[in-house]
């Protein structure tokens, strides 16, 4: 069925490809334009559109993701479709995707895989981390919807933190697809202030219990320096145990998004590029070297792209706070 989907799929996409071009540059348009004009995240909406488009796909089940998707004001679900809808064809005759999206193994993976490998690495470590943890606690949170899947049990109390207008932007999204967020504490921070964990240590969060830090996204956006402060600010008020699950890029992936149109559009939004590790020769060496000069202690970690000959553009790893 694969022959027969990639016959179908050519000369479709290539009658369809006005209107997937529309359907992009529709996307483009309220990811790019209305981010910018209503003070919100336009990466954030390109990592929601990967989840959605995940679940589309079947590479990972998403509801809520979905849902949220098509509730955002500077997002387009039907310029998704339109640009996908050759894809989506295909992969009902093949019965899986061709092309796109796909989930390759991790050491093969690149820059167009990147959302769907990175995802399902964040959340193989979340699940090992928190059926035995108290608390989740969500840094940068954006348009993640990891709170209102799965995850919302009692006895895990979850935490959202992120900038003032994101989060009600978010929030108001969140009401209109009729997502359960009663169990969900939403922190407004700045975290380009050292004292951003005093909001959270103000809520009923509590220090001394299990916590899964997630920190997803974001690191690549910050200084060395803000970097570094919040690994200190969240092991001196995390209970030992307490994980942080986070990623880490190469200095040649930072430096490649940060030129040309991509790094103007995201100087544009206020994103632009900032901390990475130098990946090119030991990528284990540096990553364990960063982690010990944190104070914690490195665990499960997987590198992304290692079978290219450039080595690992980025690495999804768990920090532990020492006991």
């Known amino acids: 069925m694969a022959l027969l989907a990639w016959l179908i799929f050519i000369p479709l996409q290539i009658l369809w490809l006005p209107l997937s071009i529309l359907g992009a540059l529709w996307v483009a348009y309220k990811q790019i334009g209305v981010s910018k004009r209503l003070g919100l995240s336009q990466t954030a909406v390109e990592i929601i559109n990967g989840r959605w488009t995940a679940d589309v796909f079947g590479l990972r089940k998403d509801t809520a993701s979905r849902r949220l998707a098509g509730k955002l004001p500077n997002n387009s679900v039907p310029g998704l479709g339109l640009a996908l809808f050759p894809l989506m064809v295909a992969r009902l005759i093949a019965g899986r995707p061709i092309l796109y999206p796909l989930l390759p193994d991790d050491a093969r993976a690149g820059i167009a895989n990147m959302v769907f490998n990175r995802t399902a690495r964040f959340d193989s470590l979340i699940a090992a981390n928190a059926a035995d943890a108290g608390q989740l606690v969500v840094l940068g949170a954006g348009l993640d919807t990891r709170c209102y899947g799965p995850l919302a049990r009692p006895g895990l109390a979850m935490f959202e933190l992120d900038q003032t207008a994101n989060q009600r932007a978010k929030r108001k999204a969140v009401k209109r697809a009729g997502l359960n967020a009663a169990d969900v504490r939403y922190i407004e921070v700045d975290f380009a202030l050292p004292q951003w964990i005093a909001s959270l240590t103000a809520s009923d969060y509590d220090p001394s219990l299990k916590t899964v830090f997630l920190w997803e996204g974001v690191t690549l956006y910050l200084t060395e320096a803000d970097v570094r402060a919040t690994l200190a600010a969240l092991k001196a008020n995390a209970a030992p145990g307490s994980v942080v699950l ?78």
């Open 246 to 323: 986070l990623d880490l890029y190469a200095t040649r992936f930072i430096d490649t998004l940060g030129k040309g149109a991509t790094g103007k559009t995201l100087q544009a939004t206020g994103e632009g590029m900032g901390f990475g590790l130098d990946f090119s020769g030991d990528a284990e060496g540096v990553l364990k070297a960063f982690a010990d000069s944190a104070g914690l202690r490195l665990d499960r970690h997987y590198f992304l792209g290692l079978a290219s000959r450039n080595g690992a553009f980025m690495v999804v790893a768990e920090l532990v706070v020492g006991t």
